[in-house]
Protein backbone atom coordinates (compact mmCIF):
# COMPACT_ATOMS: atom_id res chain seq x y z
CA UNK A 1 0.00 0.00 0.00
CA UNK A 2 1.14 3.06 -0.23
CA UNK A 3 2.12 5.73 1.70
CA UNK A 4 0.32 8.78 3.26
CA UNK A 5 3.02 11.27 3.03
CA UNK A 6 5.85 12.73 1.00
CA UNK A 7 9.55 12.90 2.59
CA UNK A 8 11.80 16.40 2.40
CA UNK A 9 15.41 15.98 0.88
CA UNK A 10 17.97 16.47 3.53
CA UNK A 11 18.52 20.65 4.10
CA UNK A 12 20.12 22.86 6.71
CA UNK A 13 18.77 24.90 8.57
CA UNK A 14 20.33 27.20 10.87
CA UNK A 15 19.04 29.45 14.13
CA UNK A 16 18.36 28.89 17.67
CA UNK A 17 15.56 26.94 18.04
CA UNK A 18 13.40 27.14 21.52
CA UNK A 19 12.97 23.90 24.19
CA UNK A 20 9.18 23.42 23.38
CA UNK A 21 10.56 23.62 19.94
CA UNK A 22 12.94 20.88 20.25
CA UNK A 23 10.48 18.77 22.36
CA UNK A 24 8.02 19.26 19.30
CA UNK A 25 10.44 18.10 17.43
CA UNK A 26 11.12 15.12 19.23
CA UNK A 27 7.25 14.30 18.74
CA UNK A 28 7.18 15.16 14.66
CA UNK A 29 10.12 13.27 14.62
CA UNK A 30 8.91 9.79 15.96
CA UNK A 31 5.93 9.66 14.19
CA UNK A 32 7.90 10.52 10.95
CA UNK A 33 9.73 7.36 12.01
CA UNK A 34 6.56 5.60 12.23
CA UNK A 35 7.52 4.48 15.84
CA UNK A 36 3.88 5.90 17.28
CA UNK A 37 1.16 7.44 16.46
CA UNK A 38 -0.41 10.06 18.20
CA UNK A 39 -1.76 7.89 20.89
CA UNK A 40 1.57 6.29 21.83
CA UNK A 41 0.80 3.07 19.57
CA UNK A 42 2.53 1.74 17.17
CA UNK A 43 1.91 3.72 13.54
CA UNK A 44 0.19 1.57 10.68
CA UNK A 45 3.19 1.12 7.75
CA UNK A 46 1.06 3.23 5.54
CA UNK A 47 0.70 6.64 7.03
CA UNK A 48 4.57 7.23 7.25
CA UNK A 49 7.46 7.27 4.46
CA UNK A 50 9.86 9.74 5.44
CA UNK A 51 13.71 10.40 5.62
CA UNK A 52 15.15 10.13 8.91
CA UNK A 53 16.89 13.52 9.38
CA UNK A 54 18.77 12.29 11.98
CA UNK A 55 19.12 9.73 15.22
CA UNK A 56 16.37 7.89 16.41
CA UNK A 57 14.29 9.55 18.90
CA UNK A 58 11.53 8.09 21.15
CA UNK A 59 8.39 9.80 22.13
CA UNK A 60 8.59 12.23 25.45
CA UNK A 61 6.28 10.80 27.73
CA UNK A 62 3.77 14.11 28.22
CA UNK A 63 3.48 16.32 25.66
CA UNK A 64 4.84 19.81 25.57
CA UNK A 65 1.04 22.13 24.48
CA UNK A 66 1.69 22.42 20.96
CA UNK A 67 -1.28 24.70 20.37
CA UNK A 68 1.19 27.84 21.00
CA UNK A 69 2.35 27.03 17.57
CA UNK A 70 -1.24 28.26 16.17
CA UNK A 71 -0.63 32.27 15.13
CA UNK A 72 -4.67 33.05 15.59
CA UNK A 73 -4.01 36.68 14.01
CA UNK A 74 -6.34 38.43 12.44
CA UNK A 75 -4.27 39.51 9.67
CA UNK A 76 -3.08 36.10 8.77
CA UNK A 77 -3.94 35.52 4.88
CA UNK A 78 -3.41 31.81 4.83
CA UNK A 79 -6.00 30.88 7.38
CA UNK A 80 -9.79 29.66 7.70
CA UNK A 81 -12.59 30.50 10.82
CA UNK A 82 -12.42 32.86 13.88
CA UNK A 83 -9.46 33.85 15.17
CA UNK A 84 -11.09 32.63 19.04
CA UNK A 85 -12.35 29.36 17.45
CA UNK A 86 -12.56 26.42 19.87
CA UNK A 87 -10.12 24.13 17.82
CA UNK A 88 -7.36 24.95 15.87
CA UNK A 89 -5.49 23.36 13.20
CA UNK A 90 -2.17 23.89 11.43
CA UNK A 91 -1.31 22.07 8.43
CA UNK A 92 2.01 21.81 7.11
CA UNK A 93 2.08 21.03 3.46
CA UNK A 94 3.60 21.17 0.08
CA UNK A 95 2.26 22.31 -3.68
CA UNK A 96 4.35 18.88 -5.17
CA UNK A 97 3.14 16.90 -2.51
CA UNK A 98 0.64 14.08 -3.93
CA UNK A 99 -0.34 13.22 -0.32
CA UNK A 100 -1.18 16.82 0.08
CA UNK A 101 -3.33 17.07 -2.58
CA UNK A 102 -5.44 13.67 -2.00
CA UNK A 103 -5.89 14.98 1.62
CA UNK A 104 -6.88 18.97 -0.15
CA UNK A 105 -9.39 17.66 -2.10
CA UNK A 106 -10.90 14.63 -0.21
CA UNK A 107 -10.99 15.96 3.55
CA UNK A 108 -9.80 20.08 3.35
CA UNK A 109 -13.55 20.83 2.53
CA UNK A 110 -15.53 19.18 5.30
CA UNK A 111 -12.86 20.51 7.72
CA UNK A 112 -13.24 24.32 5.90
CA UNK A 113 -16.90 23.69 7.18
CA UNK A 114 -16.08 23.84 10.56
CA UNK A 115 -14.21 26.96 10.32
CA UNK A 116 -17.84 28.42 8.16
CA UNK A 117 -19.87 27.32 11.65
CA UNK A 118 -16.67 29.23 13.59
CA UNK A 119 -15.46 25.71 15.58
CA UNK A 120 -12.11 25.41 13.85
CA UNK A 121 -9.36 27.66 13.06
CA UNK A 122 -7.46 26.59 9.95
CA UNK A 123 -3.82 27.87 9.34
CA UNK A 124 -1.88 27.06 6.14
CA UNK A 125 1.66 26.37 6.45
CA UNK A 126 3.59 25.40 3.12
CA UNK A 127 7.11 23.67 4.53
CA UNK A 128 8.03 23.76 0.66
CA UNK A 129 10.25 20.78 1.28
CA UNK A 130 10.71 20.22 -2.60
CA UNK A 131 12.24 22.78 -3.58
CA UNK A 132 12.07 26.08 -5.78
CA UNK A 133 9.02 25.05 -7.66
CA UNK A 134 7.39 24.44 -4.26
CA UNK A 135 8.10 27.91 -2.55
CA UNK A 136 7.35 29.44 -5.59
CA UNK A 137 3.58 28.45 -5.90
CA UNK A 138 3.65 28.93 -2.08
CA UNK A 139 4.58 32.92 -2.89
CA UNK A 140 1.95 32.56 -5.57
CA UNK A 141 -1.10 31.43 -3.27
CA UNK A 142 0.30 34.42 -1.00
CA UNK A 143 0.00 36.64 -3.89
CA UNK A 144 -3.46 35.54 -4.41
CA UNK A 145 -4.24 35.70 -0.91
CA UNK A 146 -3.55 39.67 -1.09
CA UNK A 147 -6.67 39.49 -3.10
CA UNK A 148 -8.70 37.03 -0.81
CA UNK A 149 -8.24 34.30 -3.02
CA UNK A 150 -6.02 31.81 -1.10
CA UNK A 151 -8.59 28.83 -0.97
CA UNK A 152 -9.70 29.40 -4.42
CA UNK A 153 -6.10 29.25 -5.64
CA UNK A 154 -4.98 26.59 -3.62
CA UNK A 155 -8.07 24.40 -4.85
CA UNK A 156 -6.37 25.14 -8.60
CA UNK A 157 -2.74 24.11 -7.59
CA UNK A 158 -4.64 20.88 -6.16
CA UNK A 159 -7.07 20.61 -8.88
CA UNK A 160 -8.34 16.62 -9.20
CA UNK A 161 -5.67 15.83 -5.94
CA UNK A 162 -3.20 16.38 -8.79
CA UNK A 163 -0.07 18.24 -8.74
CA UNK A 164 1.62 20.50 -10.95
CA UNK A 165 6.25 20.41 -11.25
CA UNK A 166 8.07 21.85 -13.44
CA UNK A 167 6.51 24.62 -16.42
CA UNK A 168 3.13 24.22 -14.56
CA UNK A 169 4.76 25.67 -11.24
CA UNK A 170 6.35 28.69 -13.93
CA UNK A 171 5.53 32.52 -13.22
CA UNK A 172 4.11 32.32 -16.23
CA UNK A 173 1.66 29.15 -15.75
CA UNK A 174 0.64 30.45 -12.04
CA UNK A 175 0.45 34.05 -13.33
CA UNK A 176 -1.67 32.30 -15.93
CA UNK A 177 -3.65 30.64 -13.23
CA UNK A 178 -4.29 33.93 -10.85
CA UNK A 179 -5.78 35.39 -14.68
CA UNK A 180 -8.24 32.22 -14.52
CA UNK A 181 -9.17 33.09 -11.23
CA UNK A 182 -10.07 36.89 -12.01
CA UNK A 183 -7.23 38.25 -10.36
CA UNK A 184 -5.54 41.74 -10.89
CA UNK A 185 -2.45 40.08 -12.93
CA UNK A 186 -0.15 42.69 -12.38
CA UNK A 187 -0.63 43.31 -8.57
CA UNK A 188 -0.50 39.63 -7.94
CA UNK A 189 3.30 40.04 -10.08
CA UNK A 190 4.30 42.50 -7.40
CA UNK A 191 3.04 40.58 -4.79
CA UNK A 192 4.78 37.47 -5.38
CA UNK A 193 7.91 38.82 -5.60
CA UNK A 194 7.43 41.36 -2.59
CA UNK A 195 9.63 40.81 0.60
CA UNK A 196 6.44 40.82 3.08
CA UNK A 197 5.60 37.31 1.00
CA UNK A 198 9.20 36.39 0.95
CA UNK A 199 9.19 36.98 4.76
CA UNK A 200 5.96 35.01 5.57
CA UNK A 201 5.88 32.27 2.85
CA UNK A 202 9.79 31.05 4.63
CA UNK A 203 9.06 31.73 8.21
CA UNK A 204 6.17 29.65 7.98
CA UNK A 205 9.14 26.65 6.13
CA UNK A 206 11.38 27.01 9.18
CA UNK A 207 8.62 26.59 11.54
CA UNK A 208 7.25 23.42 10.11
CA UNK A 209 11.14 22.26 9.44
CA UNK A 210 11.94 23.54 12.81
CA UNK A 211 9.24 21.28 14.25
CA UNK A 212 10.43 18.43 12.48
CA UNK A 213 8.55 18.22 10.08
CA UNK A 214 10.18 15.97 7.34
CA UNK A 215 7.35 14.98 5.40
CA UNK A 216 4.07 16.40 4.63
CA UNK A 217 0.98 16.23 4.78
CA UNK A 218 1.25 16.90 8.76
CA UNK A 219 -0.94 18.55 11.35
CA UNK A 220 -1.75 19.80 15.06
CA UNK A 221 -5.05 19.28 15.85
CA UNK A 222 -5.71 21.55 19.01
CA UNK A 223 -2.04 20.50 19.23
CA UNK A 224 -1.87 17.03 18.53
CA UNK A 225 0.67 15.83 16.34
CA UNK A 226 -1.08 13.59 13.23
CA UNK A 227 1.07 12.66 9.82
CA UNK A 228 0.01 11.78 6.97
CA UNK A 229 -3.36 12.26 4.66
CA UNK A 230 -5.24 9.34 6.85
CA UNK A 231 -8.79 9.31 6.36
CA UNK A 232 -11.23 11.74 6.53
CA UNK A 233 -13.03 9.90 9.29
CA UNK A 234 -9.39 10.67 11.01
CA UNK A 235 -9.71 13.81 10.76
CA UNK A 236 -13.29 14.46 11.94
CA UNK A 237 -13.21 11.87 14.55
CA UNK A 238 -10.76 14.17 15.89
CA UNK A 239 -11.99 17.55 15.52
CA UNK A 240 -15.12 16.45 17.07
CA UNK A 241 -13.26 15.00 19.95
CA UNK A 242 -11.38 18.34 20.57
CA UNK A 243 -14.86 20.08 20.24
CA UNK A 244 -16.05 17.81 23.33
CA UNK A 245 -12.77 18.22 25.35
CA UNK A 246 -13.60 22.16 24.89
CA UNK A 247 -17.37 21.71 26.18
CA UNK A 248 -16.21 20.07 28.67
CA UNK A 249 -13.88 22.39 30.51
Same mark, same amino acid.
Given at each position: ?????? %? @?????? &??????????????? +???????????? =?????????????????? !??????????????? &????? #???? +??????????????? $???????????? =?????? @??? @?????????????????? #??? !?? /?? !? &??? *????? /???????????? $?? %????? @?????????? *?????????????? =????????? !? =???????? /???????????????????????? $?????? &? %??? %??
Amino acid at each position: MENQTE %A @KPKRRW &AGLVLALVAIAALVF +VALNLGNINSDG =QAAPNDQSAVQQPGEQTG !ATEEMPDLTQFELRA &ADDLL #AAGP +VDAPVGIVVFSDYQC $KFCAKWSTETLP =QVLDYA @KDG @KVRIEWRDVNIFGEDSER #ASL !AS /YA !A &AKQ *GKFWE /YHDELFAGSAIR $KG %ADLSE @KSLTGLAAEL *GLDTEQFAKDLKSE =QAATVIEGN !A =QLGLQLGV /YSTPAFLIDGEPVMGAQPKDVFID $KIESAL &A %AQD %AN
